[in-house]
C-alpha cells in the first residue's frame, strides 16, 4: 500500500518568539507566523524555510541577508523592507506590496509572485529568474545591473524607469508599460516585442540579438548603436528612428519600413530585406554585404558610399536615391531601377577575379 503525505499542523509563532530565535541563530523551519505585525522587526541574517508570512505587516523591517526558502508571503505588506543580500527560493510572493524596498544584490528564483509591486524598488546588482511574475510592477525602480531571466512578465510595467547595463532575456515585452522608460546597454535576447507599439523608445546601445519583433512598431525610436542581429522584425515599423551605427546583420526585415529612418553606417550583412520600404533613409555608408533586398523600396534614399557587394538587388527601386560612390560590386541586378548608376562604382573585376578563383588541382 502508498503511503499518504499529510502535512502536519504548522507551530505558530508570535513577534517576539520569531525574533528571538533568529537572534539565537536558529533556523526557523515548518512554521505559520500569517498576519502578525512585523513592522521595523530585526530579522536580519535569518534562515527560514516553509514559513507562512502571509498577509503580515513587514514595512520596514530589517531582513538583510537573510534566506528564504518555500515561504510565503501572500498578500504581505512589505513597503521599505530592506532584504539586500538576501535570497529568495521558490517563495510565493502574489499581490505582495514591495514598494521602495532595498533590494540590491537579492536574488529571487522560481518565485510565483503575479501582481508584485515593486515600484521605486532599489534593484541595482539584483538578479530575477525563472519566476511567474505576470503583471510586475517596476515603474521608478533603480535598475542598474539588474538582470531578469527567463521569467513570465506578461505586463510588465517599467514606466518612468531608467534601465542600465541590464539583462532582460526571453522577456515577453508584448504587452509592456514603457511609457517614459529609458534603456542603456540593456541586452533583450529573445525577447518577444511582436506586435508592440513602443513609438519614440528609447534604446540606444541595447541588444535585441534573436529577439522576435514582428508587426513591432518603433516610430522614431532612438535605436543608436543598438544590435539587431538575427532578430526578427518582419513586417516592423522602423519609420523615422534613429539608428546611427545600428546592427541589423542577419536580421530578417522583409516588408519592414525603414522610411526617413536615420541609419549612417549601420551595418545589414546578410540581412533580408525583400519588400522592404527604405524610402527617404539616411543609408550613407551602410554595408550591405550579401543582404537580400529583391524588390526593395529606396526611393529618395541617402546611398552615398554604402557597400552592397555581393547584395541581391533584383527589382529594387531606387528612383531619386542619392548613389555617389555607392558600391555595386558584384550584385545581382536583374529589374532594376538605378537611375543615378553612372556615380557608383561598380564591379571590381580584380577582386572579383579573385573571389572566384579555384585550384586547377
Known amino acids: 500500500m502508498s503511503e499518504t503525505k499529510v502535512d502536519l499542523p504548522r ?98 528564483d522560481s518565485a510565483k509572485a503575479p501582481r508584485l509591486n515593486l515600484r521605486g524598488a532599489d534593484l ?38 531608467a534601465l542600465v547595463g541590464s539583462l532582460l532575456m526571453g522577456a515577453d515585452m508584448r504587452a509592456a508599460k514603457l511609457e517614459g522608460a529609458r534603456f542603456e546597454r540593456v541586452v533583450f535576447s529573445n525577447a518577444d516585442f511582436s506586435e508592440a507599439a513602443f513609438p519614440k523608445l528609447d534604446a540606444k546601445v541595447c541588444q535585441f540579438t534573436g529577439a522576435k519583433l514582428d508587426g513591432a512598431s518603433f516610430v522614431g525610436a532612438n535605436f543608436e548603436r543598438a544590435n539587431f542581429q538575427g532578430a526578427s522584425l518582419v513586417r516592423a515599423d522602423l519609420s523615422e528612428i534613429h539608428g546611427v551605427g545600428a546592427m541589423f546583420a542577419e536580421a530578417d526585415l522583409s516588408g519592414a519600413s525603414l522610411r526617413s529612418a536615420r541609419l549612417y553606417q549601420a551595418l545589414f550583412l546578410d540581412a533580408v530585406l525583400e519588400g522592404s520600404d527604405c524610402s527617404g533613409a539616411d543609408m550613407r555608408q551602410c554595408i550591405f554585404h550579401r543582404a537580400r533586398c529583391h524588390q526593395a523600396r529606396f526611393l529618395g534614399a541617402r546611398l552615398a558610399e554604402a557597400d552592397l557587394s555581393e547584395a541581391d538587388i533584383r527589382e529594387v527601386d531606387m528612383s531619386g536615391a542619392q548613389m555617389f560612390r555607392a558600391r555595386l560590386h558584384n550584385v545581382q541586378d536583374q529589374g532594376a531601377h538605378i537611375p543615378n548608376r553612372a556615380v557608383t562604382l561598380g564591379t571590381d573585376p580584380e577582386l572579383a577575379a579573385a573571389q572566384n578563383w579555384q585550384p586547377k588541382y
Open 124 to 161: 541595482r546588482r539584483s538578479t530575477v529568474s525563472r519566476g511567474a511574475l505576470e503583471g510586475l510592477v517596476l515603474s521608478g525602480a533603480k535598475l542598474e545591473a539588474f538582470s531578469l531571466l527567463d521569467c513570465e512578465v506578461a505586463g510588465l510595467d517599467l514606466r518612468e524607469t
Open 11 to 108: 507551530e505558530i509563532l508570535d513577534a517576539e518568539q520569531l525574533q528571538a530565535r533568529v537572534a539565537n541563530g536558529q533556523m526557523v523551519g515548518g512554521v505559520r507566523v500569517a498576519g502578525l505585525d512585523l513592522r521595523e522587526a530585526k530579522l536580519c541574517g535569518g534562515q527560514f524555510q516553509r514559513v507562512d508570512f502571509s498577509g503580515c505587516k513587514l514595512d520596514g523591517a530589517d531582513l538583510r541577508e537573510s534566506l528564504f526558502a518555500e515561504c510565503e508571503f501572500d498578500g504581505a505588506s512589505m513597503v521599505g523592507v530592506d532584504l539586500r543580500h538576501g535570497l529568495l527560493g521558490s517563495c510565493q510572493l502574489a499581490d505582495v506590496d514591495m514598494r521602495e524596498a532595498k533590494l540590491c544584490s537579492l536574488i529571487m
